[in-house]
């Protein structure tokens, strides 16, 4: 089970989000739905007991002034927590999915609320399947609905409802290709900096897969995340800053603790996901390149 990678990216959302309660939070959900899904395969009740949790440690840890303080903590948490589901999702296009909704919607919405976009995107990714004409209206449906509610309770402005309608719809369309872009990027930066090896002479063999990938794998995941932290964050460095850290840490884990990759002629193992470069799932639930 994923809890590495999931820890960690739940980390930069938490904080970017919410500062350190959040990411302690982020964190916490993350592993309760890692677990749930791993004992139960059930993608549907890691929803439910990471939602439930973010909101119930919200509610109880966070500072809030008075009952509506509470209130919107709990909705934050609740936000954050599912939104920890999706992020550790088996399959590559419904992470991109989610990923990119809350990355659309993040100029122009403040704080948690920007999530509610991503959730839309990943959840309907994750349960319509291989329909593709269905999936940005069904993403377009729960990310609006998810942004009445906020807007009901306060939580956020009314455009926060045509905000995540839309973005969600784009994050089923443009997510799992932004996403394959950024694995492809990996891929040819690897083999550059191998073919300059080579004409330098300071390599007479090909690199090892598993290296070659892992070089441009560093910089194309760090950029990327960096990103997605920065938007996170409201613009703030600090963003940034984590995003990639983070990530860096994650490329480092798993080039020093997982097994050697030994991929077949025309199949590039991506050392991060221990998925092949067009993003299908070879080992369900690793998670390096989101």
Known sequence: APYLPSSLEAVVEGLALRGPEGALTSVSC??????????????????????????????????????????????????LGAFQTYRADKTADTRGAGSFGTLVAGPLLAGPSKVAAGIGAASAHHFVGDRPRLKPLVAAGVGGALGAGLAAVGFAPLAVIPISAAAAAAG??????????????????????????????????????????????????????????????????????????????????????SPSNHPQPNHVVHPATQFDVAGDDQAGGGEGLR
């Not at 900096?193 to 990938?213: F, S, T």
């Open 30 to 79: 993350a592993v309760a739905s890692v677990f749930v899904q791993d004992k139960t395969k059930s993608n549907l009740l890691a929803v439910l007991v990471s939602t439930t949790t973010g909101a119930a440690l919200a509610a109880t840890t966070w500072p809030a002034a008075g009952l509506s303080g509470h209130v919107h903590n709990a909705v934050a948490g609740g936000l």
């Open 172 to 257: 089923t369309i443009v997510g799992p290709r932004y996403s394959q872009a950024f694995r492809n990027l990996s891929k040819t930066i690897g083999s550059g900096v191998e073919r300059g090896l080579k004409r330098l002479g300071l390599i007479q063999n090909p690199l090892n897969p598993r290296l070659r990938n892992s070089i441009g794998a560093f910089p194309s995941g760090a950029a990327k995340e960096g990103v997605n932290g920065l938007v996170y964050a409201d613009g703030h460095l600090i963003g940034l800053i984590a995003g990639a850290g983070m990530e860096i840490i994650h490329q480092v884990s798993v080039f020093a603790f």
